[in-house]
């Protein structure tokens, strides 16, 4: 970090984001006490993203954590504020490098220790679990967990306080006072910590451009049960593997008309098991294997499955494809879309909506019905409602996009919040003493989680794979004697190339090869650069691409 500061900066509570302030996901924020040589730091979330069009090959994506790895010694803790992936999924690829004590309360820690079993670290990771509204010590830093509601049971935000001031960071949250599972938002302990003091409010942005306020899952609820009644055939319901109070939902749906449970993914099933150790599902009955789907009546069965965001391995994916190995669909069943379509899905979303549409198969989803799904994300009405509770000095939006984080700032301000401070991943901004300010900056970026190896994330393979992609891969072979003359014609190998240039191309190799001086045909590296750019103009002249070009020269 800069040394070029006054020293007055350099103390104080920090706010260093890694990863959940340039885009949504893969969350992961950092909170610093001290002057910055020997600055104590607490880390809040370690998430994921998974890879897309734009990273071929790559399965997840993670923050860079470099900068705190570079400084373990002086990190006092990672603290999960919830169990969803985008918060906890990167710990078992990261917590290696971390090796700290990891903070949870009890539903996250179930589901976390099935991840680190996963990952062959059963036993090693410190998991602390605490419950909220008792403060624990980490370091210079004392945590509070304060329940709110979200779209996974046990979701809270953080009441951190130090010496030099006290954040409220909110973790994922909406007010829902009629919930499915779980407690209800706790707005009588963030009246309590407004009287307090709120240095800094650090708070989700992902709905700040949508009036009004969110509907309670009571109501998705309701609509469930209402559409599972009148159903003629078989019912699948696709929603988020981890969203239990949905799972519960339909599952009460599904025994009140008679109907037996078949569970589809493994990821769904270990939230089951998990919700069921923490004792928030309870009397659902026993569910059936998926290759028990296909012996009920239709109008006695209803399939649980993972899916609702296109995922092509995902059960809902295959089913639509007409591939499952143990489940398929027919005329006069339906699909029911219990999850919003995350912005960039659209295009995997609609590309399984149309294949159950070829099978003859019913959807509904929240565009037909806008209640069959509730987001977890505040909307500008309760936004608005918090921060009448809490009144911070400073808001610091996180948790969305760009404009996200523009818009909630300029939201906090005409409702009368002094200070707003947009603070992207990588920048450093006191929050406390004085004013919310950008101080300096740290190095951040993304890993990819390639096979299973962690390879970078801006120069990794995955950039060679997209230009691959797009103009594909010559590989000539150069045989030279040793009189320095071609031993044999140019090998010329084409991958994602049109055929018809393979002699274009040789023809050109072997020009390049024959006009170099035989003195300079002695240097491989001259030989290969200039077969090379040669094989590369041929191309583009021919096909108007200019495809990566590999060459070998082998010397006989």
């Not at 010590?137 to 953080?158: D, M, N, R, W």
């Not at 599952?251 to 150790?277: F, K, L, S």
């Not at 004013?435 to 989680?449: K, Q, R, T």
Request: net charge negative; hydrophobic share 40%; with cysteine.
């Amino acid at each position: 970090m800069s040394a070029k500061r006054r020293k007055s900066e350099d103390q104080g509570l920090v706010f260093l984001p890694l990863g959940g302030t340039n885009e949504i996901g893969m969350n992961c924020y950092c909170y610093g006490v001290g002057p910055a040589e020997e600055r104590s730091w607490l880390m809040v979330d370690l998430g994921v993203k998974f890879g897309g069009d734009a990273e071929p090959g790559v399965d997840v994506i993670l923050p860079d954590v470099g900068f705190i790895t570079s400084n373990k010694r002086d990190l006092c803790g990672l603290v999960i504020t919830h169990a969803h992936e985008d918060h906890i999924g990167a710990v078992p690829w990261l917590w290696p490098q971390l090796e700290c004590d990891v903070h949870c309360t009890p539903f996250a820690a179930e589901l976390l220790k099935l991840k680190l079993k996963e990952h062959g670290l059963d036993g090693e990771v410190p998991v602390i679990v605490h419950q909220p509204g008792k403060p624990f010590k980490a370091g210079p830093f004392t945590v509070e967990y304060v329940e709110v509601t979200h779209s996974i049971p046990q979701s809270h935000a953080l009441y951190i306080k130090t010496e030099h001031g006290k954040v409220l960071h909110s973790g994922d949250w909406k007010i829902d006072r009629t919930p499915v599972l779980g407690k209800p938002f706790n707005e009588k302990r963030f009246i309590e910590i407004g009287k307090e003091g709120v240095d800094a409010f650090i708070c989700d942005s992902t709905n700040v451009l949508r009036e009004g306020n969110s509907i309670s899952e009571s109501e998705v609820s309701s609509t469930l049960a209402e559409i599972i009644r009148h159903a003629p055939g078989r019912v699948a319901v696709t929603t988020f593997a981890s969203h239990v109070e949905r799972i519960a939902s339909a599952v009460r749906a599904a025994r009140a008309n008679g109907r037996e449970v078949v569970i589809a993914g493994r990821a769904m099933r270990n939230t089951i098991e998990a919700a069921r150790i923490c004792g928030l599902i309870e009397n659902t009955g026993a569910f059936l294997d998926e290759g028990e789907f296909g012996y009920l009546p239709p109008d006695k069965i209803m399939l649980l499955c993972t899916g609702s965001q296109g995922e092509p391995r995902a059960a809902i994916a295959r089913i639509a494809e007409d591939n499952h190995p143990n489940i398929a669909l027919e005329k006069g069943d339906l699909v029911i879309f219990s999850a919003r379509t995350i912005p960039g899905n659209e295009k995997e979303v609609g590309s399984v909506v149309n294949n159950l549409a070829r099978l003859d198969v019913d959807v509904i989803t929240g565009e037909d019905v806008p209640s069959i799904h509730s987001s977890g994300h505040p909307r500008q009405g309760e936004l608005e409602q918090m921060y009448g509770w809490v009144k911070p000095k400073a808001l610091i939006p996180m948790h969305g996009e760009a404009r996200h984080l523009r818009a909630h700032a300029k939201f906090g301000s005409e409702k009368g919040i002094a200070q707003t401070l947009v603070v992207a991943d990588g920048q450093v901004a006191r929050l406390a003493p004085g004013p919310a300010a950008l101080i300096d900056e740290a190095p951040s970026g993304v890993l990819h989680v390639d096979g299973n190896l962690i390879v970078p994330g801006v120069d990794g393979p995955a950039k060679q794979r997209r230009k691959l992609s797009f103009v594909g891969m010559v590989i000539a072979t150069v045989l030279v004697d040793d009189r320095l003359d071609l031993a044999d014609d140019v090998s010329i190998i084409l991958d994602g190339v049109p055929e018809g240039l393979s002699d274009e191309l040789m023809v050109a190799a072997e020009k390049a090869y024959t006009s170099l001086p035989k003195p300079r045909r002695k240097d491989t590296p001259t030989v290969e650069e200039t077969v090379r750019l040669s094989i590369r103009r041929a191309a583009e002249a021919q096909w108007g691409k200019k495809p990566v070009v590999k060459v070998i020269v082998v010397r006989v």
